[in-house]
């Protein structure tokens, strides 16, 4: 790769999702060459995700340029590639723009879509883990409401206007709740020789409550909400296939669908040239010490959803969401500046600030430390969170306005295919 020699350190990140970014941002002040490599000149803002396939909001509202996010860093150098392989023998990265050298080795890849070895579910699914797949779902969705409107016969519409939402997690509630919306307010407005009612919204879990790693609490009012939205709910339910118009269940039910949507779960995405013993194959992730350290391998960290750490609090791992990802990133950086010095690493300790779940307007669900809650209040909350959260001021105004909007009007204004999506049926 075109970098300048060095007698700095060399710190290489691999991924600029929420633990790649926070740990750069905090290497500002050390005496390091800084090189992120990432697949997209981007940040993703991924909680947002299902709102831009919905319609709600812009991708570019929900995005932000990487080399913008670390332009205060002096000593720091971006590379759009995709990372092929490892080689710590040689302490190089091998991409496909070629090969770069390093002194510490950061693994931030997070996690892509698991399919559980279902190969039909996985040619025909649609999956929501990044801004393109987010706009495809978007002009799939508005392209079979252009079909069904045109459209005479019966069952051939009603498979145009179903929409299959694999898994009841944060992402198919929220993605639930926000097609519950559009139903009541934006679509029989837009279509209005259709029959709405024949949209049907149907959410699959394979647990016997939805939002599972949330509290009963939290699970039983988002039910009350999803149903009083009217989505289908099917727990205790697990998906055998799909072939791009059928659904196949266990229970040897059937559904009709040109909609299907796969959140069901994730798995790690491990780059490869590490020791075997490092890499844990069920889930995909590299196991890594307190100091989020890859066992094997000193000088190789792993941070964020791609991590493995196992504590009394956390014995199976800590959450694979963005707090845990930012406060690795944070304490990494200040454990690589210890290091630098020659001192020891502080172990890493999970403050947990709780979990939430939106369903739709003025409905939400928040667990916090001593405190579960839902409705407006823990609505309200949600949208502060996420809002302060986004990456840069244009777009939290932008992210702000576009709500205040969509609350005042009832609306959701990106209802656009800019860009058609072409199924294999």
């Given at each position: 790769m075109n970098l300048p020699e060095t007698t700095r350190k060399r710190v290489v990140i691999i991924g600029a999702g929420f633990a790649g970014i926070s740990l750069a941002k905090k290497l500002r002040r050390l005496p390091v060459q800084v090189v992120v490599i990432d697949k997209h000149n981007y940040h993703t803002f991924q909680?947002?995700?299902?709102?831009?396939?919905?319609?709600?909001?812009?991708?570019?509202?929900?995005?932000?340029?990487?080399?913008?996010?670390l332009k205060k860093l002096h000593n720091f150098y971006f590379r759009l590639a995709t990372v092929n392989k490892i080689n710590p023998e040689l302490k190089e990265v091998h991409t496909d723009i070629g090969k770069i050298?390093?002194?510490?080795?950061?693994?931030?890849?997070?996690?892509?879509?698991?399919?559980?070895?279902?190969?039909?579910?996985?040619?025909?699914?649609?999956?929501?883990?990044?801004?393109?797949?987010?706009?495809?779902?978007?002009?799939?969705?508005?392209?079979?409401?252009?079909?069904?409107?045109?459209?005479?016969?019966?069952?051939?519409?009603?498979?145009?206007?179903?929409?299959?939402?694999?898994?009841?997690?944060?992402?198919?509630?929220?993605?639930?709740?926000?097609?519950?919306?559009?139903?009541?307010?934006?679509?029989?407005?837009?279509?209005?020789?259709?029959?709405i009612d024949e949209m049907e919204i149907h959410l699959f879990e394979g647990a016997d409550v939805v939002l599972p790693p949330m509290s009963a609490k939290a699970s039983e009012k988002a039910t009350k909400f999803l149903e009083n939205f009217g989505v289908h709910l099917h727990l205790?339910?697990?998906?055998?296939?799909?072939?791009?118009?059928?659904?196949?269940?266990?229970?040897?039910?059937?559904?009709?669908?040109?909609?299907?949507?796969?959140?069901?779960?994730?798995?790690?995405?491990?780059?490869?040239?590490?020791?075997?013993?490092?890499?844990?194959?069920?889930?995909?992730?590299?196991?890594?010490?307190?100091?989020?350290?890859?066992?094997?391998?000193?000088?190789?960290?792993?941070?964020?959803?791609?991590?493995?750490?196992?504590?009394?609090?956390?014995?199976?791992?800590?959450?694979?969401?963005?707090?845990p990802a930012i406060q690795q990133g944070e304490l990494l950086a200040m454990n690589l500046g210890r290091l630098l010095k020659g001192g020891s690493m502080k172990p890493?300790?999970?403050?947990?600030?709780?979990?939430?779940?939106?369903?739709?307007?003025?409905?939400?669900?928040?667990?916090?430390?001593?405190?579960?809650?839902?409705?407006?209040?823990?609505?309200?909350?949600?949208?502060?969170?996420?809002?302060?959260?986004?990456v840069g001021f244009r777009n939290r105004v932008i992210v702000f306005f576009n709500w205040v909007y969509n609350y005042i009007n009832y609306d959701k204004a990106a209802r656009l295919i800019v860009r058609p999506f072409r199924t294999r049926i």
């Open positions: 909680p947002l995700l299902y709102q831009v396939s919905t319609g709600g909001l812009e991708p570019d509202s929900i995005a932000y340029p990487i080399r913008k996010i050298s390093y002194d510490y080795l950061i693994i931030a890849t997070g996690t892509r879509t698991n399919y559980f070895g279902n190969t039909e579910i996985q040619e025909n699914a649609m999956s929501m883990k990044s801004v393109p797949q987010a706009l495809n779902i978007r002009s799939l969705m508005l392209q079979n409401f252009e079909l069904a409107d045109n459209c005479q016969d019966l069952e051939e519409r009603k498979a145009l206007l179903n929409f299959c939402i694999i898994g009841a997690g944060p992402t198919g509630v929220e993605l639930a709740g926000a097609f519950a919306e559009l139903k009541k307010h934006v679509f029989p407005k837009d279509y209005r020789h259709l029959n205790n339910t697990i998906v055998k296939g799909y072939n791009g118009d059928l659904v196949k269940m266990d229970n040897g039910e059937e559904i009709r669908t040109r909609n299907f949507i796969w959140t069901a779960g994730v798995t790690g995405a491990a780059v490869e040239g590490l020791s075997s013993d490092a890499l844990i194959k069920r889930i995909n992730r590299f196991k890594v010490d307190r100091y989020n350290q890859i066992l094997g391998h000193a000088n190789i960290f792993a941070i964020g959803d791609i991590a493995y750490m196992e504590t009394e609090a956390y014995p199976k791992g800590h959450p694979q969401m963005a707090q890493f300790v999970y403050r947990n600030k709780g979990n939430m779940a939106t369903i739709g307007r003025n409905k939400a669900v928040v667990d916090l430390p001593g405190i579960e809650f839902g409705g407006f209040f823990a609505w309200f909350i949600w949208m502060f969170v996420h809002l302060m959260s986004l």
